[in-house]
């Protein structure tokens, strides 16, 4: 299983990004795929999560600004960014699994985005 992240970048605080997480085989097989960050000196954290069957979680810190949708024809996951501010800057990861375990075995290599006024 192979996850390949794109579309992250250098974008002015309050601006947008749609992160795209392509996989190497149907994304209908996964029981969840998420999106993960890790900014310099932290922890990695959830960021979003969306479900087989559609169920989505997202982190409190974007809630009502970030919005995980997948595309199962494309076998894509996507990670919409509004309102973007400093503190997302990180190393954004697609994460996956055939189960429900979080964070799941398969991990794409990591897309960069950077948030500055």
């Known amino acids: 299983v192979q996850l390949v992240e794109s579309g992250g970048g250098l974008v002015r605080t309050g601006g947008s990004l749609r992160l795209s997480c392509a996989a190497s085989?149907?994304?209908?097989?996964?029981?969840?795929v998420g999106w993960y960050r890790q900014a310099p000196g932290k922890q990695r954290e959830l960021v979003a999560a969306v479900t087989r069957g559609g169920r989505t979680n997202y982190a409190d810190s974007v809630k009502g600004r970030f919005t995980i949708s997948r595309d199962n024809a494309k076998n894509t996951v996507y990670l919409k960014m509004n309102s973007l501010r400093d503190e997302d800057t990180a190393d954004y990861y697609c994460n996956a699994d055939l189960e429900d375990v979080r964070p799941g075995r398969y991990w794409g290599q990591g897309t960069q985005v950077t948030v500055s006024s």
């Open positions: 085989e149907t994304i209908f097989s996964f029981y969840v």
